[in-house]
């Protein structure tokens, strides 16, 4: 069974730009939920998606953003990059709210920003 | 607000040591707590977990026990491996979820051959 899939895995952008990244759950999986890890904050929630309604949100500006699809897979932006935004951010997919459920991490989308 | 306190490393050990990784919290109501570990390039991977008070989560060896009275979730090894190697974060959930997963900063993990 695959598991959670994001992408890209790697990408390079400048302040001021935005960006978007994809994550796929698993299959079945209906919540998707976002986290960014950096070096000093450590990894911090940033929302979660289930049947395509924002359930939970983070401490994070209106910067950041996303969507769920009817197939569960989900979207993340960010618009107006900082250089703070550079992190990874790890998407995790549950079977239900994730509040009620293990989740599944997948391995990440790595962000630099210049 | 809730929090997870760990020590950050590296903890250094020699393979067959015995580990701990201490972990304390700080959450109102009876939250779940969980251990993830992350290895080089890699996203979280579940460990163990415990949803009440004296649960023993249990996996590949490791073990943590759940203590309300000393608000505490440390992870045990009886002796570790090369393999073992990684990044540990302890995590908690709050009675509601809504606000995703707690982490704490993570245990960088070194086990010498």
Known sequence: KAGVTQTPRYLIKTRGQQVTLSCSPISGHRSVSWYQQTPGQGLQFLFEYFSETQRNKGNFPGRFSGRQFSNSRSEMNVSTLELGDSALYLCASSPDRAGANVLTFGAGSRLTVL | ?113
């Open chain 2, 1 to 113: 607000g809730d929090s997870v306190t760990q020590m950050e490393g590296p903890v250094t050990l020699s393979e067959e040591a015995f580990l701990t990784i201490n972990c304390t919290y700080t959450a109102t109501g009876y939250p779940s707590l969980f251990w993830y570990v992350q290895y080089p390039g890699e996203g979280l991977q579940l460990l163990l977990k415990a949803t009440k008070a004296d649960d023993k989560g249990s996996n590949k060896g490791f073990e943590a026990t759940y203590r309300k009275e000393t608000t505490s979730f440390h992870l045990e090894k009886g002796s570790v491996q090369v393999s073992d190697s990684a990044v540990y974060f302890c995590a908690l959930r709050a009675g509601g979820g809504a606000d995703g997963l707690t982490f704490g900063k993570g245990t960088h993990l070194i086990i010498q051959p």
